[in-house]
Nanobody, 126 residues
Framework: QVQMVESGGGLVQAGGSLILSCAAS????????MGWFRQAPGKEREFVAVISWGGANTKYADSVKGRFTISRDNAKNTVYLQMNSLKPEDTAVYYC???????????????????WGQGTQVTVSS
């Protein structure tokens, strides 16, 4: 079981940048795909980005493509989400998640993720 703690959220003006970090524990972190999801007030949680266990494969939601970058450092058991050109519609609680099973390359489906962090709030003011 992988356990995660997110950090780096906060208040930023539109057009600004933030870097979210997700520190993970557990021996299987480096063998699992990791994802970022977000949930805005009154909306369902949605996929943002995912990275394969080795970092070679990534996938992004269309709404963040070209602005957000997911990366990982397996030596530090940490996954990152670099967010640039932030918009008010990016305001949400951001969660990192670990794939349920080893071997998943990339997936956008929440059901494929078995461990979740507690979330970190990102607020973008206009």
């Amino acid at each position: 079981q992988v356990q995660m703690v997110e950090s780096g959220g906060g208040l930023v003006q539109a057009g600004g940048s933030l870097i979210l970090s997700c520190a993970a524990s557990g021996r299987t972190f480096s063998s699992k795909a990791m994802g970022w999801f977000r949930q805005a007030p009154g909306k369902e949680r949605e996929f943002v980005a995912v990275i394969s266990w080795g970092g070679a494969n990534t996938k992004y939601a269309d709404s963040v493509k070209g602005r957000f970058t997911i990366s990982r450092d397996n030596a530090k058991n940490t996954v990152y989400l670099q967010m640039n050109s932030l918009k008010p519609e990016d305001t949400a609680v951001y969660y990192c998640a670990a794939a349920r099973t080893v071997g998943v390359i990339v997936t956008t489906q929440q059901a494929d993720f078995g461990s979740w962090g507690q979330g970190t709030q990102v607020t973008v003011s206009s």
